[in-house]
């Protein structure tokens, strides 16, 4: 365990800053939903279907799963409700009948489009944040 002396002050501050920056980005991204027309959970679904580790812009449930560390009927009930306000879309894999994807309705695309690119100076005042976080 370490001791109280073997804390550099200058990586408590760091850190300190880290936890403001992203306090203030979530703060931002919630403001930024709202304004879009979404709940911050609709938010962050939308952006992991746009935003699928492969690129496609669809996920499945278990992979939604996986990324938000939900589990499975939570992340199902999510997908309901975005796709009763007409935000999200089920389609079957043509490959294996087994596998539906989410993907963004147009009115979802527009409405995630709004909420994203309003948070562009957010992300990047993060990222700063971050890199000067390792430094």
Do not use: C, W
């Not at 580790?53 to 992979?63: F, L, M, Q, V």
């Not at 994807?101 to 990222?127: H, I, M, N, S, W």
């Amino acid at each position: 365990m370490a001791s109280a002396a073997s804390i550099k002050t200058s990586e408590v501050q760091r850190a300190a800053d880290f936890r403001v920056a992203l306090r203030a980005f979530l703060r931002q991204t919630e403001r930024s939903a709202q304004r879009a027309g979404l709940t911050p959970q609709r938010y962050l679904l939308m952006l992991l279907v746009k935003g699928a580790e492969d690129g496609s812009s669809r996920a499945t449930i278990s992979e939604l799963a996986k990324r938000l560390h939900l589990a499975q009927s939570t992340v199902t009930e999510l997908v309901n409700r975005a796709a009763t306000a007409g935000l999200v879309r089920r389609s079957a894999s043509t490959a294996d009948a087994r596998v539906v994807y989410v993907e963004l309705t147009d009115e979802g695309e527009e409405r995630f489009a709004a909420a994203f690119e309003a948070l562009l100076d957010e992300r990047r005042r993060l990222g700063k944040v971050v890199a000067e976080l390792s430094g």
